[in-house]
């Protein structure tokens, strides 16, 4: 089952008309290919530290997906809001935040973002405004929709974004959020990164429609937009655009981004459940190998993109590092930060 | 000082908040337009306009998201849930985001917002429009739980959770909403984690909250006029943080505690309080503690059986009868 209108890319009210059509400067699509590498180098070391033994508990790599989080990030103001899921690594680093933060706080290290009381799921860095990762589908719409009321309402011209996966498209809060968001026109973009699986099940095989994000849209007053998620600059102009119209208080966006991760939901999934074929397939359009040779075609030099790749690889090792040499947060904070007072306690 | 309906009392409170500080907003269903199923927020929608006091859909998720949202980043959220028996439907927001994200996140976001919602029985409403589940609230680390028993203590605590840089939940008792009661005159402000002595005695202590407060402080009357025996009634006014002094100062001094509690028997917030006396004050006590709690089982809709489930003044009494031999 297709739906045409949802199935062609839709470019609804652009914004000032040299973001859209205008080639994208130089410099912006090398921040867009370092960015990308950045989060395949990062994500690539976390796994690693796994195997090693050194990143506990859980993690949700977004190999394969980086080209959505780099796109908003470039795109973003340095004071916007991301709200993402505990597939948020990408998201986190992409708004400046240190690798040696995300990594530390992935082995539960003193040096992570939050000093191992949050974990992988839950990376959160305010100064960068990475308000949080969300671990529970779907709880993050309606918190993204509440930052974007408060923006509007201070006067900011802050915007909220807001990633999540195809899976949440079916729990109650994206609907709500959804509605709410479209009924009070707040600064909020909605996006749906499809990955074509929740963790094990394929989204379509519980889905009453084929774009779980793009043909809900009109049901909220909304345009569908749905992009290749594995086109850096595709996702860098859709975002422009839909951060644009919500700076002018048009209201909401809901992107629906396609794409595909390469390795299982988490660390403990083979991911067997996905035809070879189709694994295949998506790999042959990873979006980091197309873009280089995008840029190459455009007339960048091979050293100036491998010294980027180099830079990015430094990066990743100095941070491997750094968070390796941190110490184990101290058993203390525990107990702390239950209350803005900074302890826990409930009793006199 | 003016005589308030602690109905009239929750939009007072409210107003006293948004006049003093412009990042105070208001949301939740049927609040603005229509003052409030109970009719518990007139006139704020005139006074404060449609940018500060917002309709939302029927959207418990949305609403408590939305409130969260807009704590963090900067606003002072009141949210609305109409009756506190669907905060089942949002619990999410409540347990997992709201109370946890400022550990979470090592204390880098706030969340200074209230949640306001009508608890408990006594309309005959049936079993998902009259628990009391304010034991909910209190089992998950990171809330802050209120229950005022009078208008007083309405304007005072509500202004205190609104200050507060705490998410706050606050339990107004719908029996009470039509109960009248004097409010001070100008700004009311009081402390959360206070409880206060409504009655002083020396035989026996009564713990109670919300609505349970003038049943024990009748109980206590009776108990006084009928057998000679003395009662102290301590209003608990706020679960958490929890006033453990009082009640400890009290249950030594009278060496007998009683709590009556309008929610089911089990984890009722009474156990913590009884356990909390039985650790400490064990030596001191002169008789078993007694709960008196509504039995465990959903909440019938018909009057009588509604009052029969209900603690109610006489079997506070029998209870406390009971402890004194
Ligand atoms: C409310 C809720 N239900 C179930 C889960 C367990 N769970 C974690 S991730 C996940 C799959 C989510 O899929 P999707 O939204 O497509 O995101 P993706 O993992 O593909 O990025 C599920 C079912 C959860 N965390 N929260
Ligand atoms: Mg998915």
Known sequence: MTNPQASKPKAEAPGPKEDIAEAIAPATRLKLFRSQLEIRYLEKRAYDLFLQNLVKGTSHLALGQEAVAAGFGVAMRSDDYTFCTYRGHAHTLVRGVSMAGILGELMGRDCGLTRGKGGSMHLTSVEHGVMGSYAIVGAHLPIAAGAAWSARYRGTEQVAVCFFGDGATNIGAFHEALNLAAVWKLPVVFVCENNLYMEYTSIETVTAVAHPAADRASAYGLEPVLIDGNDVEAVYRIALQALAKARRGEGPSLIEAQTYRHGGHSRADPAKYRPRKEVDAWLARDPIPSYRQRLLALGFSESSLAEIEQEAQRAVDQATEQAKASPVPPTDIAGRDVWASGGSEWRN | ?325
């Open chain 2, 1 to 325: 000082m003016a005589e308030l309906t602690y109905r009239e009392a929750v939009a007072a409170g409210i107003a006293q908040e948004m006049q003093r500080d412009p990042r105070v907003v208001f949301l939740g269903e049927d609040v603005a337009s229509a003052g409030g199923v109970f009719k518990t927020t007139e006139g704020l929608l005139q006074k404060f306009g449609p940018d500060r006091v917002r309709d939302t859909p029927i959207s418990e998720q949305a609403i408590l998201g939305v409130a969260m949202g807009a704590a963090m980043t900067g606003l002072r959220p009141i949210a609305e849930i109409m009756f506190s028996d669907f905060l089942a439907v949002c619990w999410d927001m409540v347990a997992n985001q709201i109370a946890k994200t400022r550990y979470m996140t090592n204390g880098q976001c706030s969340f200074p917002l209230v949640i306001r919602t009508a608890n408990g029985a006594g309309f005959r409403f049936g079993a998902q429009h009259s628990q009391s589940v304010e034991s909910w609230a209190m089992a998950v680390p990171g809330l802050k739980v209120v229950a005022p028993s009078t208008p007083a203590d309405v304007i005072g605590l509500l202004a205190a959770a609104v200050r507060d840089p705490d998410p706050v939940l606050f339990f107004e008792q719908k029996s009470l909403y039509a109960t009248k009661g004097e409010v001070p005159d100008g700004e009311h402000v009081d402390e959360l984690g206070k409880a206060k002595v409504r009655r002083a005695g020396e035989d026996v202590t009564l713990v109670a909250l919300g609505a349970m407060v003038a049943r024990a402080l009748e109980a206590a009357e009776r108990l006084q006029s009928e057998n000679g025996i003395s009662a102290t009634v301590v209003d608990l006014r706020t679960l958490v943080p929890l006033d453990t002094q009082t009640i400890l100062s009290e249950v030594k001094r009278t060496g007998r505690l009683v709590t009556v509690e309008e929610n089911p028997r089990l984890c009722g917030w009474g156990a913590e309080v009884a356990s909390i006396v039985a650790e400490e004050l064990f030596y001191d006590l002169d008789a078993p503690i007694v709960r008196v709690t509504t039995p465990h089982a959903p909440l019938p809709a018909a009057d009588n059986l509604e009052d029969f489930v209900l603690p109610s003044v006489e079997k506070i009494v029998d209870r406390v009868r009971m402890t004194l031999g």
